[in-house]
């Protein structure tokens, strides 16, 4: 297969570069699919708490309307606290999923190959019920590792070098 300058690659090259396409299109779908499944939950938690904030405050008016204030009051304040996290959540969510990504595009560009990247992630996606891992130590450790992504310690203060 010729290049721009015309010269022709080796086909083990070129076999090569075919190869890590497909993986990178492997990569890109499951990235897809679990970027999806991760939105539906997180979005469907959301919109639980805005609902339960609703219910709360129109509980909130029609216990005010039996003279109930302190009840009321209370409703309210839950209502409140409930609209608060969900938006707290949405904050949240955004945040923690640049984190991962920079994390991920880290990991291709500068440790590990993109395919075998993207085998992890479909082995780890497949995962169901309790896992149990062979090394305690590193498990613990890679606990610690996601706790830290997730909460957001030792950040690069949103910027990674392209």
Same mark, same amino acid.
């Given at each position: 297969?010729?290049?721009?300058?015309?010269?022709?690659?080796?086909?083990?090259?070129?076999?090569?570069?075919?190869?890590?396409?497909?993986?990178?299109?492997?990569?890109?779908?499951?990235?897809?699919?679990?970027?999806?499944?991760?939105?539906?939950?997180?979005?469907?938690?959301?919109?639980?708490?805005?609902?339960?904030?609703?219910?709360?405050?129109?509980?909130?008016?029609?216990?005010?309307?039996?003279?109930?204030?302190?009840?009321?009051?209370?409703? =309210?304040?839950?209502?409140?606290?409930?609209?608060?996290?969900?938006? =707290?959540?949405?904050?949240?969510?955004?945040?923690?999923?640049?984190?991962?990504?920079?994390?991920?595009?880290?990991?291709? =560009?500068?440790?590990?190959?993109?395919?075998?990247?993207?085998?992890?992630?479909?082995?780890?996606?497949?995962?169901?019920?309790?896992?149990?891992?062979?090394?305690?130590?590193?498990?613990?450790?890679?606990?610690?590792?996601?706790?830290?992504?997730?909460?957001?310690?030792?950040?690069?203060?949103?910027?990674?070098?392209?």
């Amino acid at each position: 297969m010729p290049d721009q300058t015309g010269q022709r690659f080796p086909e083990e090259d070129v076999a090569r570069m075919r190869e890590e396409l497909r993986e990178l299109r492997t990569l890109l779908s499951i990235t897809e699919e679990n970027e999806r499944r991760a939105e539906d939950a997180a979005a469907d938690a959301i919109n639980s708490l805005e609902h339960y904030a609703a219910e709360l405050r129109q509980l909130g008016s029609r216990i005010a309307q039996h003279g109930l204030a302190d009840e009321a009051d209370t409703a =309210r304040n839950l209502a409140s606290l409930m609209g608060s996290r969900a938006q =707290r959540a949405r904050s949240e969510r955004r945040e923690v999923y640049g984190r991962l990504r920079a994390l991920l595009y880290l990991l291709m =560009r500068d440790h590990l190959p993109t395919g075998s990247l993207a085998q992890a992630i479909g082995t780890a996606t497949t995962l169901t019920g309790e896992v149990r891992f062979s090394s305690q130590h590193l498990a613990d450790y890679a606990g610690d590792l996601a706790t830290r992504l997730i909460v957001g310690r030792e950040s690069t203060h949103g910027e990674v070098d392209a």
